[in-house]
């Protein structure tokens, strides 16, 4: 509890300097806007880039998005700033992910259930990854287990988000199909995936646990290499040949949806018109595209549909912490 009284001081001190800089002015614009809780690169400036390029392209917006990127918390900080700030702007979607139900589950936005803001919609489905150099002596990830094994302290992973995040606990529960304690992995914390992607081609981590998505534009460069993909089977395009974990006898999956939310005091007309446009976008051969492009899969799951399947999610998470012995 200490801890999250800490987070949710330092988010609302951040806040503060956030309103003021933004200012009244922006929170009443007509603009369309989408926030991205993060540095850019990584998984939730993919999903804010996606809806700001495909959105006014396929008409369903008549002017260009404006994409917001507000870093801090792994997304404590934005999720602060719509419920105490933005909570009844028509015109703000937030990215969001699997990730953000994990750090909701685990209290690392503060005293928060899921229940402040309006979830939206996902429009895709991205995968977990584990991702090492080219350069690097594991060649498939029993090498990396193995070694794992020998010397747990010795290899450094590393990926977006603090202890008990959703990157964090694809390594664990990596791990622990390899019968290795989580709490005995050396883990370096990143804002963002596309900083932890720097990261490990900078040397600085030996192991990052991202997502596939993140990985497209890095495949052809020769300089990563992928060991396994935390998916039921294996995934098409580029990633065709990868092998996922489960085939090389590790039981690990790690979806990760991409989709958005709202302040929680939007009109139901607002949240409506946002679903339809969504919708409307998911249908779009040209938006199908784009998905396919950056290495995302169909998803599609609006409004209540999509906020049950959340808070499931916000209760799948608590069950996974024990497991992986964050919590009792």
């Known amino acids: 509890m200490k801890f999250n009284s800490i987070l949710r001081c330092c988010s609302l001190l951040v806040l503060v300097a956030v309103g003021l800089a933004v200012g009244s002015a922006q929170a009443q614009s007509d603009q369309t806007e989408c926030i991205v809780p993060a540095k850019p690169g990584g998984g939730y400036d993919l999903t804010c880039q996606l809806a700001a390029n495909s959105l006014p392209e396929t008409g369903l917006i008549d002017e260009l998005m404006v994409v917001t990127y507000m870093p801090g918390g792994i997304g404590a900080v934005a999720y602060n700033h719509m419920t105490g700030v933005r909570n009844d702007d028509p015109n703000v979607i937030v990215a969001a992910s699997t990730g953000a139900t994990a750090n909701l589950a685990l209290g690392k936005f503060g005293d928060y259930s899921g229940d402040e803001v309006r979830w939206l919609g996902a429009l895709g489905v991205d995968y977990g990854a584990i991702v090492v150099k080219d350069d690097a002596p594991w060649q498939n990830l029993d090498d990396l287990m193995n070694a794992l094994r020998d010397h ?61 998505s993140e990985l497209r534009s890095q495949l052809d460069s020769g300089k990563i290499r992928v060991l396994a993909t935390l998916s039921e089977e294996r995934v098409s395009g580029p990633f065709a040949d990868i092998p996922t974990a489960t085939e090389q006898g590790y039981d690990v999956q790690w979806p990760i949806w991409r989709g958005y939310y709202m302040g929680s005091d939007v009109s139901d007309e607002a949240y409506q018109k946002w679903q339809e446009r969504l919708k409307a976008l998911a249908d779009k051969p040209t938006f199908k595209k784009m998905r396919e492009e950056r290495g995302l899969f169909p998803m599609e799951r609006f409004g209540d549909d999509f906020d049950a399947y959340v808070q499931e999610q916000i209760q799948k998470f608590q069950r996974i912490a024990k497991k992986v012995e964050l919590t009792q």
Do not use: C, N, R
């Open 152 to 212: 747990p302290g010795d290899i450094t992973f590393g990926a977006g988000g603090t202890v008990g995040g959703q990157d964090w606990m694809k390594a664990a529960l990596t791990a622990k199909a390899a019968d290795i304690s989580p709490h005995k992995l050396h883990y370096v914390a990143f804002e963002g995936g596309g900083k932890a992607l720097e990261g490990l081609l900078g040397d600085h981590i030996q192991v990052f646990t991202g997502d596939l």
